[in-house]
């Protein structure tokens, strides 16, 4: 009992101390709010002042409204320049009064409620955006897609405006500036972007059915006889039981295969051909293995396919045959694109045991002038080189620039700089030892 009134006491004490605390804060406060008092009345007087003051001058001063007046451009919303340039004009846009407080109000609110509902939904472009909604004033409102086709200019248009009108697309007058990007396109060594960036099936889906042909070495190394020997010691391995099998794991043994160190290094350093490689900007695409290389063929040049599809004979003395359209080039003259190409009955001599004519295996007729001379060169082979120059064919440097050389041709370079500074010493060396013995002979 001694205990609960002892609590009970203490409880009691903390109340007290409680109370006295805040009584203190509302004494401290009520003080604060007596000492801000007096500037109070004078901030009140003074703004009174000055009501007075102003309500005294509206009463003597007329009242003046001013209206400014928005300068109206001359550009019509279907130029581009409107349309680039119409952020600027809403920016010095002149506004208009703000509408009652209660009307901004409930303005205010309906986007808030709309933001809500839509804050993790993209903004897309709706049906409405493209139809041109008529204006208060009776004009039609293009939208942004309608204006942007309106400013594209077409492809003839843009083929006339730039300097290589041969590398101009379709797709490049949709660009943001089409002449720059002719312009990227046609600067020298420029490497295009992959055909497949337009297409849209997936990039190499049409070869998912064809089978991959395994890796063939190349010939240099096939030369070694490397592949012969691994053959064998498949083989020999095959015919092994699981006993010498589980030996060989366990000690294996080395140096089965055994080639002559010569062999490899002159497959690697003298016989070795570099792989076909690309060129600078050949980019891949799918299907271009199956197209024809063009570069390896020469214009003129039948191959045996040509010539039997052409119903041609194919031989030893298949050159002997014309081809079926010599007879209209002898009509027309020769082919533009290939001026300095010599084709025979046209402005070459025809093979020895053939003639002019048009029976089975004839060359038609030579393509002559009033006088019989011959119009686009020597057909008859008798004619000098006074009448009709032959043009000198220019010899171009075909090697690639950038082109690193050979270990191989640097080792024998370097041997033969070895050798010649050899010799070079040899011959200082045998010059003063005939000085030498001269002097000896002298001296004795």
Known sequence: ADMEDYDQDDDGEEEQEETTKKSG??????????????????MEAITAHRRKMDEERKKVEPEVEVEYIQEELGLESSDPLFRTFNKIFQAF??????KDKEEVKEEDV????????????????????????PEDDGE????????????????????????????????????RDPRLLVHLKSTRNTVPVPRHWCFKRKYLQGKRGIEKPPFDLPDFIKKTGIMEMREALQEKEDAKGMKAKMREKVRPKLGKIDID???????????????????????????????????????GDLSDDLRTALGMPV???????????????????????????????????????????????????????????????????????KNFPTQPVEEIDQTLWGELESESEEESESEEEEEEEGEGEGEEGEGEGEEKGEEEAENK
Request: glycine share 6%; proline share 10%; hydrophobic share 30%.
């Open 261 to 299: 160190y010569q062999k490899l290094h002159d497959a690697f350093f003298k016989y070795q051909t570099k792989p076909r490689m690309t060129m600078h900007g050949d980019l891949y695409y799918e299907g271009k293995e199956f197209e024809i290389r063009l570069k390896e063929k020469k214009p």
């Open 140 to 175: 039609q409102k293009i939208s942004k897609r309608k204006l942007k086709k309106l400013s594209r200019l077409s492809v003839a248009e843009l083929k006339q405006l730039v300097t290589r009108p041969d590398v101009v697309e379709m797709h490049d007058v949709t660009a």
């Open 25 to 42: 804060k509302k004494s401290k406060k009520k003080k604060k709010k007596k000492k801000n008092r007096p500037e109070k009345w004078a």
């Open 93 to 98: 846009k002149i506004v208009d009064e703000p």
């Open 315 to 385: 031989g030893p003395n298949a050159h002997k045959v014309p081809p079926p359209w010599l007879i209209a080039m002898q009509r027309y003259g020769p082919p533009p694109s290939y001026p300095n190409l010599k084709i025979s009955g046209l402005n070459a001599p025809i093979p020895d045991g053939c003639s002019f004519g048009y029976h089975a295996g004839g060359w038609g007729k030579p393509p002559v002038d009033e006088a019989g001379k011959p119009l686009y060169g020597d057909v008859f082979g008798t004619s000098d080189h």
């Open 110 to 133: 309906k986007p808030n409620i709309v933001d809500e509902e839509f804050k993790k939904v993209p903004k897309l472009l709706e049906d409405e955006d493209f139809i041109e909604k």
